[in-house]
């Protein structure tokens, strides 16, 4: 089933990073659900790694 995308996806999270940010080729549309799943697996273990 295909579903309408309405969000537009960093592929790798900016973090901050206003050039990441507005970067176009670091987007990707998703539906709402799809992004929510995204953020909530890999962006979240991205934002949340610590360094030593």
Same mark, same amino acid.
């Given at each position: 089933? !295909?579903?309408?995308?309405? %969000?537009?996806?960093?592929? /790798?999270?900016? $973090?901050?990073?206003?050039?990441?940010?507005? =970067?176009? *080729? =670091?987007?990707?549309? !998703?539906?709402?659900?799809?992004?929510?799943?995204?953020? =909530? *697996? /890999?962006? $979240?273990? %991205?934002?949340? /790694?610590? $360094?030593?």
């Amino acid at each position: 089933q !295909l579903t309408k995308a309405t %969000v537009v996806d960093h592929i /790798t999270p900016h $973090r901050g990073d206003q050039e990441l940010f507005w =970067n176009q *080729t =670091n987007w990707q549309a !998703l539906c709402k659900s799809c992004h929510d799943r995204k953020t =909530n *697996t /890999t962006d $979240r273990y %991205v934002e949340y /790694t610590y $360094r030593f």
